[in-house]
Every structure is written in C-alpha cells, then in structure tokens.
C-alpha cells in the first residue's frame, strides 16, 4: 500500500516537472517566434495558461499526499501522538469535505456545463481545461485516505513537523 | 421579492455603469420595490466571462458583457465582431433596434439566458507607436495586439498586420517597450487606459463596432410577473437611450484628451480596407449559424 | 447573516479555526468562504462559484511569472551562481563589524535583483551564509534572522512576482513603473536590516576575518559578472522590448540554465530535483492562488470590503487612514501569508488608498514592503519558514533575534508609506508615469 502511493506520487511528479519544462519551452518559443521571426505563435498563450493549471491541480494532488501544502501546524506539532492522529483524522475529514465538494462534484458540474463553451483561441471546450478539476479530486481521495489508513496504523508518521519549520 | 444582482466589468464612472444604476433604480420604483437589483462594478465578481458562467448558475442574475466575450457561448454572436458591417452610429442604432437584435436576444435562451437590450462600445480603430496608419498597406509588418478571437485575428491577417495576442494588462507596457507595434480599440483606451501617452498615433479606420449586451438569466426572468418582466424590458431600452448621450460624450472627449496627450488623430479613406476584409465577410455569409443573420444586417 | 460584520466574524472564526488546527490554508480559506457564502447564495452555487474561482484564479497569463521565477531562483541556487554573488557580496560587505551579516544581506539584494521570490533568496543565500557565520562565531539565530528579515528586499528590487500579482490584481498597474519603483524602497530595506545586524554585530563583538588582496577582488568581481549579466538581460529585455515582464521569467530560467551548464556545478539528477522540487512548490503556491479568489468573491457579496472602507474612510485623515491601514495589513501578515494577502486584501485597500490620493504603483510598493514584513512574522510566513529549515532552527527560537529587525522595518515602511518620493521618483524620472 505504501509502494503504491509512492508510486502515484512518483508518476505525479513526473507529469508536474514535464508540464513545467514544456511550459518554460513554450514561453521561450513565444518571445523566438515574436521576436525573432516575426510571426507570433498564436496558441502558445492559451496553451500555456491551460498547461499551468493542468500543473497547479496535479500539483495540489500530489501535495496532499506528501503533506507539502503550506499549513501552520505549531499547534498540533505541540499534541502528543494520540492526540495528533485524532486531529489528522479530523483535518483529513475536512479535506476530503472539500475536494469532495469543491473539486469532485463543483469540478465535474462545470467541467459538463462548460462543454459548449469554447476556448477563444483554439476552440476547444472549456469543459475539457475544467476537467482537472474532478481529476485531481479522485487522485486527492486515493492519497488521503491512504494517508490516513497508513498513518493510523503507524506505518506512517504524523505530517506535523516536531521542528515547527514547515517543509518546502 | 425579487432581488437581483448586476454586474458590470467597467468602472464605477464608466458611462455604462452609470445608466445600469439608473436601470436599477428605475425597476425598483416602478416595481414599488419589489424588484431590486444590486450593482457590482469593477469586474469584483470576476471577468466577463466568469459573470457569464455566474449567470447560467444563478450568482449572477444580469451582467452587460461584450459580444466578443457571447460569441464563445454562442456562436451567433461572432457577426458583431466581423468589420464593416455597420456604416456608422447612426446605422448601428437603426440595425440594433430591428430584428437582428431580437433575433440574438432569444438565441442563447437555451444557453439559460436572453439579451435584454445593446450597448454601443464605440469603433475600434488603430493605434500605433511609429507612424499613422492610412492604406492597409501601412500596416504591413507591424505587430497589432488584438483580442482573443478568431475573428479579429483573421481580420488583422487580411488587413497585412501581424496580430499578436496579449492580455490586455501588458498592452500598455508591450507599446511602451516594444514588445508590439499597435494595437486596436475605442479611444478610450488611450486616454483611460493611458495607452497615448505610448501610442501617439491613432488612425479612425472604424474598423469594427462591437455591441455590449445586456443579459439576464432564463431563472431570474421566471422569479417576476409578466408585468415586472415588462418593467424590466423597458427600463433596459431606457437605459439604452440615456447611454448613447453619455457614451458620445465619452468618446469625444477622449479623442479630445487624447490629442491633449499628443496623439495625431488621422482618418484613413475606410474603403481599402473594407475591400481586404470582404473575404473574411464572404466567408461568414457561408456559415451555417452566423450566414443568415449576417444577410439581415448586411442587406438592410 | 446580512451583517457584513457577522459575516466577516464567521468567515475569518472558520478560517482561523482551520488554521490553527493544522489544515492547509488554501482548504481553510476555502471551506470557511463556502460556509459563509452558503448565507447568501443558493448551496448549489455557492458550490459552483467556488468551483469556478479556484480555476479562474488560475487562468491568467502574467501568473505565469511566478513557477519561472521560483525556477530559476533554484537553478542559480544550485548552478553555481548564487555562490558567485556571495562571493561578490563578501567584497562588498567585508570591512564593517558584523560582516557576514552585511554580506548576507547585501547577497539576498543581489539575488533579489536577478530573482523573483525571496523565498529562493533565503534558501538560496541562508544555505550558504549560515554554516560561514556560524563558523566565525554569530548566533544561528542571529545569521537566520538576518537572512530572513533581509531576504524580502528581492521582492521589492525587481524582477518580482509579488508586485507582478499585484499588477493582475489591481487591474493593471503598470509592471515596469513597479518594477523601477522598487529599487530604492528595496534598497532602504536592506539599509535598515544593516544598520540594525551592524548595531547587534558591535554589542556581541562579531569582527570581519575576510581580506582579499585586490588580485582576489578583481578575480571574485570578474567570476560575478556573468551572474550580475543576467540584471542587464532581464531589465534590459523588457526596456528595449525584446520580451514582457511575464516572458522575461522564462528568460530567466534559460539564462540561469546556461550559466549553470557553464559552471559544470550540477549533476543531471540534480537538474532533475530543481525541476521536481520547483514543481512542488509552484503547485502549492498556485493553489493557495486559486483558494484566494473563492474568499475575495464571498466577502465582495457580503459586501465586507466596503464596510472596512466605510470604517477605515470615517477617519478622513491622511496620516491616520494609512497608519490604520498599514496597523491592519502587519496584523494581517501575521497570520496570512503574502501571496494569498496580496489577493484577497488589494480588492479591499486599493480603493481607499486611491480616494486618499494615493498613487496606486506606491501603494503597490507600500504593499509588498508591508506584507513582505509579514512575511518574515511568525506564526505564518513563507520567508520564516524557509529561513527557519535552511538554518535547522524551530520558528519559536527566531523569534526574539528577529524582533529589533521588526521594529525598525516598520519605521522604514512608515517612510515608504509617507514619503511618495521613495516610490515614485524613479518611475517619475523614467517618464514611466
Ligand atoms: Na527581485
Ligand atoms: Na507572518
């Protein structure tokens, strides 16, 4: 269980620093193709907006499941370990809470509605760029739930940090 | 009670917001209160094309947006982006009050929202750096910032200029520096958004003259009476009229602030660059969605 | 819950509530904007406005500044190159008492310059200068809080991310005009931070051990110029139009890249982590971006802004209102962290700053300075965190060095907030504005 949420974890990070590589290259490519032969590349600005939010979300996945969200966890670093697990229990609620609502069910809402909507430039439906929305929402359910299962069987240690200096 | 919210992405002083204030009041007092509507300026609930979203889920009860930002909604709305195809202000008005405009105004009922009445957003011409535009030809080379749509971009590539998308916060820095040659609008933007004091050049080619409409969701029309729907309808039409003085106004004085701000304001012979868009123009006539309304205004 | 009062109680009680509980601020700022928007929106959408501004946060071009900045600040980091500038602020910095303390000061400006987060800054310049002072003898404590009260001056010295959101959020502020205005505000930062580490260094006895020969001088000037090259790129690229503020980020990462290759300082595992760990934190960044919009939304039809306008304006004193406003925004940074600041309280003061006739780029600059103090408070702040972990400290064992830094950085953001000239005479004197 561990080996697999390492492994989605892994296969995240991959997508984000390729998305990330390929956005500096776009960008790059915008200035070249302005600046340098005179005919700007048209699709490059949706694209790369598309493409930091397609990162951003699977970035937000992969976040959960490593605890590298920016938290102020000063006061549950200070709980003792069964107090701890509690209040991680509880925080994991609200998580789920949210990406339940917010992502899953908000994303999947706007992701149809927006199917007919289309994207200015390369006339693609803006239900398909809102799609990482849902997506990232099940990717956030898997690693939390497995985070919490681990956790609470002591396979995993508790994410608030004994230092108090958030992990970045 | 019925009680609605407005938002409008210009500013508190834009001549817009001014006659939807007017628009609110007015549907309160003859609805004896019972219709009230809440304005929103400043773009606070987001950009137009957010509010739209809003709208078809029930945030968001009426917005005035561009048709440029409609035409990604519904298709139909792409003719008022095409250039030339109304002669002037007073062509635009007569055409706008006629069918076409009741025509779109149902178009996007099943979009779950319908037009209530249009807003004269003045006629985008050029602005450039280096030189006044007066044949296409004088465009030729130059990079045209222009706004996200197919339509404009094409319409830039006919005319010879090279169109570079760009948001239009960095337009005025990308002249400033430049990252382009010009870009196109109504003279506002060189005086509101202090593009002339970059761009001292504007060329009145007239080329497009894209409306604003004013939309109110299918849930919130139901929520009133037939009567306050009329009510509705009619302070809207109302709010058309007390707009295109206070519109006028705006643009002359911007033209006038603008050659304050030393911008040359030249007016190019219109008719060559009609000729290098009629592809484009010929194209849509051939449309399945847009052809027909296209005739409608075109052959009036 | 018509009040807006009630309504701000509720909403910032939930947030604050999740927050110290441990959640991740961009869940609380959601979840607590979603309750409270429930009171005035159907559930249904409320839940869609939520949905749609976590996205349309997102969707915007000039926020691409920020993954690029946060990536080259990496690169140089581990290419090489901040070592490069160390050096050159060593040189600079070597004669007065406390010296390695200036050094990492005027290091964290000279990567500001070329940088557009003080995060990278204080990771970058705190992983090196720490383990130096602490050899000569400082505090840990003391080098940290150095580091971090110095390293927000690379948010105010351009290039800058943070003033690059403030541009989008304030509705297009020009970027360049920003930009110039904050070399002498981020300059005056780095003074105060100075003056004070050199005050501390006196009493404690801390000397200076460094002494080139001007052969080493030449040498360490000579080995900087390609890494101080990279200023003349990016400002220079944007002045002559080559590329935008927003396209220079990439710029950036490219010239950072090459110069790293060249210096031969970095494996290509290591690139592989640059880009891994940039990644990571861009994402949670761009999250905790797209979390804002959703609590700006709700407060906007709670109509809360308005109500601290009307609160704020009752004063109708100049000096007053922006010392109010200024008391708010450093309580603010106490507990917010500056990205997510900068979004959700620039809707709020901007407009009031402007009645009072404030210049919107120097309440952009008195902003930044303002929430990038914030930056370095406990209990939250991003630069605290990072300058806390680079020195191996908890937050609680920095938080008296950094006090007196405090202090005196709010005299200096007082002067930034009453002297309009700080702000806006470059702009000025470039015909900018
Ligand atoms: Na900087
Ligand atoms: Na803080």
Known sequence: MLSFKRWLE???????ATMLIAMVCLMLWQVTTRYLLGVPALYTEETLRFLMIWMALTGAAYCFGTNRHLALDLIPSLLPEKAGRVLYLINSVVVLVFAGFVLLLGGWKASLSALTQMSPIMQIPMGYAYSILPISAVIIFILQILNVFLIMTGRLRLPYAKSGAGEL | DVRMRLANALSKDHPSSVVLQQFADEVREKTDGEVSIRLFVNGVLGSEREVLEQLQNGAVDITRVSAASLENFDPVFRVFSLP?????????YEKMRGPVASTVYQATKDDGFQGLTFFDSGARSFYTISKPIETPQDLQGLKLRVINSNTSIRMVELMGGTPTPLPYGE?????????????ENNPTALTIGRHGE?????????HQRIPDFLVISNRAMEKMTGEQQEIVREAAVHAT???RGLWDEAVRKALADAREMGVEVNRPDKEPFRRAVQPLIDEYRRDDTVGPLLEQIVSD | ?????????????????????????????VSSSLLVGIAYLPPETALFISTQKMFSGLDSFTLLAIPFFILAGDIMNKGGIAIRLIDLARLVGGRLPGSLAHTNVIANMLFGAISGSSIAAAAAVGGTMGPLQRKEGYAPDYAAAVNIASAPTGILIPPSGPLILFSLVSGGTSISALFIAGYIPGMLMGLTVMIVAGIIARKRGYRSSVRSTPGEALQIVLRALPALGMIVVIIGGIVIGVFTATEAAAVAVLYALILSLAYRMTTPREY?????????LTASILFLIASSGVMSYVMTIAGIPDMIADTILQFDNLIVVFLIMNLCLLVIGFFIDLTPAVLIFTPIFLPIAQQMGMDPVQFG????????????????????????????????QVVKPILPFFFALVIALLMVTYIPWLSLGLPRLFGLM
């Open chain 3, 272 to 280: 592989l982590r640059i880009f891994c760990r940039s990644a990571i």
């Open chain 2, 198 to 206: 970059v761009a001292k050049y504007y060329s009145l080619d007239q």
């Open chain 3, 365 to 396: 600059i008195m902003l930044i300075f303002n929430l990038g103090v914030g930056s370095m408070t406990p209990p939250v702040g991003s630069v605290l965190f990072v300058g806390c972990s680079i020195a191996g400290l908890r937050i609680d």
């Open chain 2, 84 to 92: 030339y195809i109304f002669e002037d202000e007073d062509d635009f």
């Open chain 3, 1 to 29: 819950m018509a009040d807006p009062l009630n309504a701000a109680f509720v909403l910032f009680g939930i947030f604050f509530l999740l927050l110290f509980m441990g959640s991740p601020i961009a869940v609380a700022i």
């Open chain 2, 241 to 243: 009229e007390a707009y």
């Open chain 1, 10 to 16: 892994r296969v995240l990070l991959v997508l984000m």
């Open chain 2, 171 to 183: 337009v005025y820095t990308a002249l400033q520096s430049g990252v382009i040659d010009g870009a």
